[in-house]
């Protein structure tokens, strides 16, 4: 596995996800084109917004998969399976972290106003919030 060109073992649950990014002298373009190729039907789509560096967010595991993309900055996530703990930094638009149910996150962003863009499987009146890891959901 690699984070943004680092190879790292992941705890269980989580995964890199490569998106396909589309550059010329104009920009980029990175897209979801092919649904069915995602690991999760997402039924929620949410921005966070971290204008300060160093201050954390999230600190808890849910029932619903996630998929994070950097859109602006530059990310530490500390991922706990209940067993293993990993530190991973996200920057890239063309690497998505994609996490199983479950799993304990904590973001924490390295540069002023970082964004991210999070895709759920569950919407938020149906999604379960845990303060520690949850093993035994990760495989459902």
Not at 27 to 53: C, Q
Request: glycine share 6%; aromatic share 10%; proline share 4%.
């Amino acid at each position: 596995m690699q984070a943004c060109g680092k190879t790292m073992k992941l705890p269980s649950g989580a995964r890199f996800y490569d998106l396909t990014s589309h550059e010329d002298k104009r920009g980029s373009l990175t897209a979801f084109d092919d649904v069915t190729n995602m690991p999760f039907e997402a039924r929620r789509f949410f921005f966070i917004k971290m204008p300060s560096p160093g201050i954390p967010r999230a600190e808890h595991a849910c029932s619903s998969e996630q998929m994070i993309v950097v859109l602006h900055g530059m990310v530490s996530i500390d991922i706990d399976d209940g067993f293993h703990q990993a530190t991973i930094e996200l920057h890239s638009d063309r690497q998505a972290l994609w996490l199983k149910p479950g799993l304990w996150i904590r973001m924490t962003g390295n540069t002023s106003n970082t964004v991210l863009l999070v895709l759920a499987s569950e919407l938020f009146s149906e999604t379960k919030y845990y303060a520690s890891a949850r093993s035994g959901i990760m495989n459902k």
